[in-house]
């Protein structure tokens, strides 16, 4: 017959009680199934958490590091709202993006084009955060 970890506990005593509570987590709390990241679906939730990127204000836009080349440095950069997006959960959304990448890139051996890719920044335009870009540089 077996006892229930509640019973167990309540058996326990004195210097045992540590151990039996370690079992008992360990046999009620089942492991976390290991599954490879998608990144594809990963992508799709960082673009959702992004959603429309409404804005009121220029300091509501953001950008956001995104993937990973095989030489280094992300893919691209996105651009958010602190207005409509929890900012905590999309870096957290981005980064296991990142890392999906960086595992699929490594087991592929792919190569990348190496270019540098630049944080465009962002502002608010009717509404809606979109990059800034650069401005031009004017040649003398």
Do not use: F
């Not at 998608?38 to 959603?51: E, F, K, N, P, T």
């Not at 995104?66 to 950069?77: D, L």
């Amino acid at each position: 017959m077996t006892m229930s970890c509640s019973r167990r506990l309540a058996v326990a005593a004195g210097s045992s009680l540590g151990l039996v509570l370690a079992a008992c987590v360990a046999a009620e709390v089942p492991p976390p199934k290991a599954q490879p990241a998608d990144s594809a679906a990963l992508h799709r939730q960082v673009r959702d958490a992004i959603g429309d990127a409404a804005c009121s204000a220029a300091d509501q836009c953001h950008t956001l590091a995104v993937g990973h080349k095989a030489c280094g440095g992300p893919e691209a950069y996105l651009v958010w709202s602190s207005q409509v997006t929890d900012g905590v959960r999309l870096r957290a959304l981005a980064d296991a993006y990142t890392q999906a990448r960086r595992n699929e890139v490594q087991k592929s051996g792919r190569v990348s084009d190496c270019a540098l890719v630049t944080d465009p920044g962002a502002r608010c335009e009717a509404g809606r955060c979109v990059p800034a870009g650069r401005p031009p540089v004017l040649m003398q």
